[in-house]
């Protein structure tokens, strides 16, 4: 699975503390589980706690979220390095995770990838000068029928064409989220 | 156009709101199933009906809820698994996002069924937007009586929760799917105890695909009887493939069981042939983790029978020369595919989301990737292709889960289909970076 290890050097510099409003949807989705069963959210609220401290989990935010879960934080570090959709580094505002995986490379994602990466001078796994984007792979993400593929946030972006590709990143660069 | 039952309307704009899905007659399976059958009687219609997991396993899903323990005083559990991440399905999506009250409806029937009053879907984190529409469509359904207490005043109590992962393909094989919606890391469990005695939080638990719970509509609806009579033989009902690869109209198409395989392919409701009017290769029928099959092996049997979409007649000829209905992932490899490099995409695929417990299976998928990668780069030697075998069969049978089985599978059988192609890569290094083994054998032919 993904890094087993937490780059320690790299911190948020005050606790994250989530607004009123998240620590109620926070606290809701741990009553939504039968009592005593509210680690079942912890997934889901690191997802919340990643789109709320700068798109990753820092070693203060995966503390931040135990104390609130009332759990150690070793169980918030073992499950935050288990899934491969959970940031442990900073990334750029937007991270482009291209899917590789044998449908959309029989129709050319190798090819995005490498188009991307030219595009915008970086590699996969690094972020752009400018700290906008950060290129990823990803494995399957279930858009091989609409291949090839990238995902940015909650949007899958397919049929991607180099053409399409200059648009996402247009459109993005002016802070508009593509169709 | 073939039979259409789950994806009937999927068309009706709005199909996706609880009014326009109601009025197009959603729904009356839970009427039916609360107010005139008991639970026992939901179950064996199921059972008549013969549907079978459409996961990808195949498992009668009528059995499976036959042996769900049913301890006094202790809570039952039914878990939709949406943790859709076989490479090449990509079904269950469209199902969800298209039409998420069907979903919803197969959750409260099979509940009944099971005598669940807490139920959950797991969908991959991936599908966030989607986990969204379902909740949307819970809310509505929740508002109109048809969830929470005392549904339709039958006296039956239900709560339906959606929770997602965070992407790993683990947590579509089912004890590990469990551990996930605990909020620990997706090892799978050793089984015995399974899900169906010890399950979520220590319950009695039955875990069901996306497809499988929507199929419980129309049996409930029609009767497992009628349903029973769409397909062919044991592979009864409509089955839902996902269609990729070098295909002019792929997509996800719902066929009658029975069809046959040259019809879907070429066919002009279906995926209308081989895109750039080239020819076919190679086809995996049914998610990554089935055997390829060479073009020959696809459209007929090594009888020369006609290859029918069905569990039966895709694994005809076992893993000698025939492959696996799966998840209905089909992906379809033109001419110009190189079978290495596909190979080598598959392993590197498993290596990636191998949970890590067992070792044959951490060890074993990690070196088939690079053994393949060398392979594929021009570094490898002939007896590279023996020691894949030999990985293959220290991973075979020996992990606690089936992952390692999917990741060795599928280098077997491309070893098998494709030796030639394997060390034409040894034996002509140079070429086999510039050009493809298949437009070589059609410019020397």
């Known amino acids: 699975m993904g890094s087993a290890h937490v780059d320690l050097s790299k911190r948020h510099s005050e606790k994250p503390s989530f607004s009123a409003d998240k620590l109620a949807e926070v606290k809701a989705l741990m009553e939504s589980y039968p009592e005593g069963k509210h680690k079942s959210a912890l997934i889901r609220i690191l997802h919340i706690a990643e789109d709320e401290f700068g798109g990753w989990l820092s070693i203060e935010t995966m503390d931040y979220v135990a104390e609130i879960m009332n759990i150690q934080p070793i169980e918030v570090y073992e499950v935050a390095t288990f899934y491969t959709m959970f940031n442990l580094e900073p990334t750029g505002k937007y991270v482009f995770e291209v899917c590789r995986t044998g449908p959309c490379m029989l129709v050319g994602s190798d090819n995005i990838i490498e188009y991307i990466g030219e595009k915008l001078n970086i590699k996969v796994g690094e972020t752009s000068a400018d700290g906008m984007f950060t290129l990823k792979t990803a494995e399957c993400l279930g858009a091989c029928g609409y291949a090839p593929m990238l995902q940015c946030g909650k949007k899958f972006h397919e049929h991607l064409t180099k053409e399409r590709v200059d648009e996402i990143i247009a459109s993005y660069r002016e802070g508009k989220v593509p169709n | 156009m073939g039979r259409r039952i ?226 062919i033989g044991k592979s009864t009902g409509t089955k839902l493939i996902s269609a990729s690869g070098n295909l002019v109209r792929p997509g996800v198409y719902e066929i009658e069981m029975g069809i046959t395989v040259e019809e879907f392919i070429y066919g002009d409701d279906y995926c209308r042939g081989i895109a750039y009017n080239k020819k076919m290769k190679a086809c995996v029928p049914g998610g990554s983790s089935v055997p390829i099959l060479p073009a020959h092996l696809v459209t007929k049997t090594a009888a020369g029978e006609d290859r029918l979409m069905s569990y039966e007649s895709l694994a005809d000829g076992g893993f000698a020369s025939g492959s696996m209905l799966g998840s209905g992932g089909f992906i379809v490899f033109d001419e110009d595919q190189c079978i290495v490099r596909n190979t080598w995409n598959f392993a590197r695929f498993y290596a990636h989301e191998s949970c890590g417990q067992c070792s044959p299976c951490r060890e074993g998928t990690g070196w088939m990737e690079k053994v393949l990668y060398r392979l594929e780069h021009g570094t490898g030697n002939l007896h590279d292709i023996d020691l894949l075998a030999e990985i293959n069969k220290k991973i075979e049978g020996n992990t606690i889960c089936p992952l390692g089985d999917a990741a060795a599978w599928p280098v077997a059988a491309a070893i098998r289909h494709f030796r030639e192609e394997f060390e034409w890569h040894v034996t002509n290094r140079d070429e086999a970076q510039r050009k493809n083994y298949g437009l070589l054998k059609e410019s020397v032919a």
């Open chain 2, 6 to 231: 789950l994806l009937e309307n999927d068309h009706i704009p709005g199909i996706e709101t609880f009014d326009v899905y109601r009025k197009h007659g959603g729904y009356r399976s839970v009427e039916k199933a609360l107010k005139k059958m008991s639970p026992q009687e939901v179950v064996e219609e199921v059972q008549k009906s013969g549907l079978r997991g459409r996961g990808g396993a195949g498992f009668p899903t009528g059995m499976k809820w036959s042996f769900l323990a049913k301890p006094e005083g202790v809570p039952r559990y039914l878990l939709c698994n949406a943790d859709e991440s076989e490479p090449g399905t990509f079904k269950d999506r469209y199902l969800m996002e298209k039409n998420p009250h069907l979903l919803i409806e197969g959750m409260i029937v099979s509940s009944y069924a099971l005598g669940a009053n807490q139920s959950y879907i797991y969908i991959r984190g991936e599908y966030m937007w989607i986990l969204e529409i379902l909740e949307k469509a819970i809310a509505e359904a929740k508002a109109a009586g048809f969830l929470g207490k005392n549904i339709l005043g039958s006296g039956y109590d239900l709560e339906l929760g959606v929770a997602p992962g965070g992407g790993a393909y683990i947590c579509g094989e089912e004890t590990a799917l469990i551990e996930s919606l605990e909020g620990k890391r997706g090892n799978p469990r050793m089984k015995p105890p399974f899900p169906a005695v010890k399950g979520l939080w220590g319950c009695p638990t039955v875990v069901n695909n996306v497809e499988s719970i929507a199929a419980v509509v129309p049996i409930v609806n029609d009767g497992g009887e009628e349903y029973a009579k769409i397909g």
